[in-house]
């Protein structure tokens, strides 16, 4: 029962906010005290910050931006991240508000663009800022969710721009996941937004249990939540995990007896456990796509079906109507059939190689409880809303596209969070499961560690400075980037780096006196070490680039029906060669049969040294290698050819370049000459020497990081004006030029080529499927790197190809003479889909068409490089004015989207 007091204060506060009081007469829920405060500070026309774990309803905070603006006949502007979260936004906000007060703005999509309300992803805003759109002008709220997107180190940058660019007038409403150093952030909103009310909520509203799976036991990770709070692991789960490593003969140090594969729960009796214990529907997280999809099958295999007759009539109205659209011819590759099978079974994947409808089915199929299980990477962590009753984490380590690390305390945070529906679950379930190499204290630690720090990842990019020299001139653009949360945080974190050089210099004069040597300067006796050192290095590196440039050549003068033998890569053994692969770009890719009766292309990596054919059959003329029988009879022939043991193990290894070094030699004369060199304690000093070496060289690098991080953007920014400006760009004075003009409309990551390549004419004269073919190498990049470069069609794109790498090198030639590092090089992995597919090819073909992989391209991959090409050409469209090019890159436009690529979320 309340007090007058209490009854009078709400009272004080309805009468204070009543646009909030209108608000929360049309909710069927009450709102939580940090989301009364964020909507209060919005009315009051201050901007805000909300800080809150996914799940905790923070987006009520900006409906309410939304309900403002409408109730007092403004604009409100409500930007997300990625499309997808966009086209859910936007339906919400139609369900609620009607079509004829929303509109959406997105790559794909443009609807009711003139709208009050007008749903957005960030770019959309960002490019409108620059051209000074006038549906700006009766702009009162912008809500940013997602705003930790800004850390994002390719699109985090435009983040920044729409914070530093929205007039004054426009009230910021920003949307984050929990993060450590908000108030860092709030204030910098602070210095570039004016007044910014910050608040955060580390309370969630449904509370998380972590668990860990050992065997086919369930354990809590904590006896309970004082344990919690000071990381101490349930005492049963570490005597239990003890038990098992000493079992399998694993000691403290983590030295591996044998694997204990048997004692990990495999992934159906995970599924099956948490269906016994009522805890689906569940999201799996499994660090890699090819792991999602088997897991789908093992579970198919194993019989498991997690739903009713009922459920999977519904399931299969919902998947037919919605991929009623897609080709029937296409079906089989984009493995329709597999995938609306584990459907049926409440069983699904969902990754970025899936085709987007797919995705999109899974993502509506888990919100209706039909889809009980979901096999996901981490990618689903991101802004989709797919809450779930339960999160299992397979394993606590990723592969980050360059090497496997442990997963962050803010990762796993994030993951997890996805656990617990609001309204629906009365707590949520964090499930780990053990292996040898899970430590349950490390669990622990990242469960009770709340460290997610937001990192600007804000650079200047061509495209930007042309359109800030356009729109504020350069002296004001230099203020503006001075203004960045990048330079914000630069110099700030300049303080400490400066305090840390005085204590390093202290301790190498503490180091100097150690290594001193009583006969001579060991100093430089540790200088001569070290330059030999480096020298052999420098050999090293040289042979072997020589070594992978004979063995290339060497493969280029096989024939077919040598018999040679592959050193390394997955074929290592003997095989016959077919065909020496020397047509096209690059080193040549030999395609061979080998003893086991593998036939494919092989690269000419995998020689490490110059190969030798070891005999010779004959091939016969229409020796066909995708044929078994073929292969079967070619491969028997082997047996008649005489090759010796010596041969069949391999050429012996090159001498060595250092056997042969002059320099090396008087470098190592000079080291024994050295009086030092006698000196007992050599290796005493020696072991100073690497720890003052060491020590002075990350003292370096803090001065460096000192001297470069003040005004660190500013001169970044000065650099690339300079490039601009010799490139004709920019003017002497300042003045954005004709062609600046047209490189401010190429919004792409690789702008000044795409805007070369236009000024140069490198793609007139194409035919529409050539020009997106060449323009693809302007977007794509391929996942892993190769040492081969990919072939592409002869003729018109192949000299476009050409031209354009010929430009790159020059912008690149301009780009390390000042230091930048601003333009990738082009890749040519996705040439022949995009021709094949502009000229109307089979998806089959055009999939099995893509550069460096084994396998065919997944559909979802395919679809997304598309998708960019065809952006690209829209912008090659926009900026190319009233030329032949722009039809041309219309039609390529028209001719890309078919099949699988005329899908819309939205249609």
Avoid at 770 to 793: G, I
Wanted: proline letters at 4%.
């Amino acid at each position: 029962m309340t007090s007058p007091a209490d009854r009078y204060g709400d009272f004080r506060r309805r009468a204070a906010y009543p646009a909030l009081n209108d608000f929360l007469r049309g909710l069927d829920f009450e709102l939580d005290d940090f989301q009364i405060e964020a909507c209060e500070a919005v009315e009051r026309g201050t901007g805000v910050l909300v800080c809150a774990p996914t799940g905790a309803g923070k987006t009520v905070v900006g409906e309410f931006a939304v309900f403002q603006a409408l109730r007092e006949g403004r604009k409100c502007f409500y930007t997300t991240p990625i499309k997808a979260l966009s086209n859910q936004k936007f339906n919400d906000l139609v369900a609620v508000h009607g079509a004829d007060k929303v509109g959406l703005l997105t790559g794909d999509n443009a609807i009711n663009g003139d709208a009050p309300v007008v749903v957005m992803t960030t770019e959309v805003l960002r490019n409108m800022l620059y051209a000074r759109s006038q549906t700006l002008d009766t702009l009162s709220y912008v809500v940013m969710d997602e705003v930790h997107y800004l850390a994002d180190r390719f699109r985090g940058a435009v983040w920044e721009e729409v914070i530093i660019h929205l007039p004054p007038s426009v009230s910021l409403i920003s949307l984050s996941a929990t993060v450590s150093n908000a108030e860092e952030f709030a204030d910098w909103l602070v210095t570039v937004r004016g007044e910014t009310k910050i608040v955060v909520s580390e309370h969630r509203p449904v509370p998380l249990w972590q668990h860990m799976l050992v065997g086919k036991r369930m354990f809590d990770l904590f006896h309970d939540q004082e344990a919690a709070s000071k990381h101490e692991v349930h005492p049963e789960l570490l005597r239990r995990t003890r038990d098992l490593l000493r079992q399998i003969g694993w000691d403290d140090r983590g030295r591996r007896g044998r694997s204990g594969r048997d004692l990990i729960a495999g992934r159906v009796d995970v599924i099956e456990r948490l269906d016994r214990e009522g805890l689906l529907p569940a999201i799996v997280f499994i660090f890699s796509r090819a792991g999602c999809d088997a897991a789908v099958q093992q579970c198919l295999r194993s019989g498991l079906k997690l739903t009713d007759p009922e459920d999977r009539r519904e399931i299969r109205r919902i998947v037919e109507s919605r991929t009623a659209a897609l080709p029937h011819e296409d079906l089989n590759v984009l493995g329709y059939y597999e995938f609306l099978e584990g459907l049926e079974r409440g069983l699904a994947a969902h990754h970025a190689g899936m085709l987007p409808v797919f995705k999109e089915i899974v993502e509506e199929l888990f919100v209706r409880g039909l889809v009980k299980a979901v096999f996901a990477t981490e990618t689903l962590a991101l802004g989709i809303n797919m809450p779930a009753r339960s999160v299992v984490l397979e394993k606590l380590v990723k592969f980050n596209g360059e090497a496997h690390v442990d997963l962050t305390p803010g990762e796993y945070t994030q993951l997890t969070g996805r656990a617990g529906r609001r309204g629906i679950d009365v707590e949520g379930h964090a499930v780990v499961l053990w292996s040898p190499e899970t430590d349950p204290r490390h669990v622990a630690g990242l469960a009770s560690t709340r460290t997610y720090p937001l990192k600007s990842s804000f650079r200047p990019s061509y495209n930007m400075a042309v359109n800030l020299v356009a729109s504020v001139g350069p002296a004001r653009a230099r203020e503006l980037l001075a203004s960045s949360f990048a330079q914000f945080q630069a110099d700030r974190s300049v303080v400490g780096a400066s305090r840390q050089v005085v204590r390093n210099e202290e301790g190498l004069a503490a180091m100097d006196a150690d290594m001193e040597c009583h006969l001579g300067d060991y100093a430089e006796y540790y200088a001569l070490r070290v330059a030999i050192a480096d020298r052999e290095r420098g050999l090293a590196r040289e042979s072997a680039s020589t070594r992978r440039a004979n063995a290339a050549a060497s493969v280029a003068r096989l024939k077919a029906g040598d018999i040679i033998k592959v050193p390394t890569g997955k074929r290592t053994g003997l095989a016959i060669v077919i065909d020496p692969g020397v047509g096209g770009f690059g080193d040549p890719r030999p395609l061979i049969v080998t003893e086991d009766r593998w036939a494919g292309r092989i690269p000419a990596t995998d020689f490490t040294s110059p190969v030798e054919p070891l005999g010779h059959i004959r091939v016969p003329k229409h020796f066909n290698p995708r044929s078994p029988q073929d292969r079967r009879d070619l491969v028997s022939s082997l047996r008649n050819v005489e090759i010796s043991q010596s041969a069949r193990r391999g050429a012996r290894r090159a001498r060595s370049g250092a056997a042969d070094d002059r320099q090396l030699d008087e470098l190592r004369r000079a080291l024994r000459r050295h009086p030092c060199h006698e000196c007992p304690e050599r290796e005493d000093h020696a072991r100073w020497a690497e720890r003052r070496e060491r020590l002075n060289k990350e003292t370096q690098t803090l001065r460096d990081k000192v001297e470069n991080r003040t005004g660190s953007l500013t001169r970044t920014f000065d650099k690339v004006c300079g490039l601009l400006t010799d490139r004709g760009y920019l003017s002497a004075d300042g003045q954005v030029t004709k062609a600046g003009r047209t490189l401010s409309r190429i919004w792409a990551e690789t702008d000044l080529l795409v805007a070369e390549c236009l000024r140069r004419g490198v793609w007139d004269g194409l035919s529409p499927s050539e020009l997106a073919a060449a323009a693809s190498v302007l977007v794509y990049e391929a996942r892993r790197d190769t040492d081969d470069r990919a072939s592409v069609p002869r003729g018109a794109v192949g000299d476009a190809v050409e031209e354009t790498l010929r430009l790159w090198g020059e912008v690149e030639s301009d780009e390390a003479a000042r230091g930048l590092q601003l333009t990738r090089e082009p890749d040519l992995g996705f040439v022949w889909p995009v021709y094949r597919w502009a000229r109307g090819e089979a998806l089959p073909k055009v999939l099995s068409s893509v550069h460096g992989l084994d396998t065919e391209m997944p559909a979802g991959d395919f679809v997304r490089w598309c998708r960019q090409v065809i952006d690209l050409l829209g912008q090659l469209a926009e900026a190319s004015g009233d030329t032949p090019l722009r039809d041309t890159a219309r039609q390529a436009m028209d001719d890309m989207r078919r099949g699988v690529l005329a899908y819309s979320s939205m249609a």
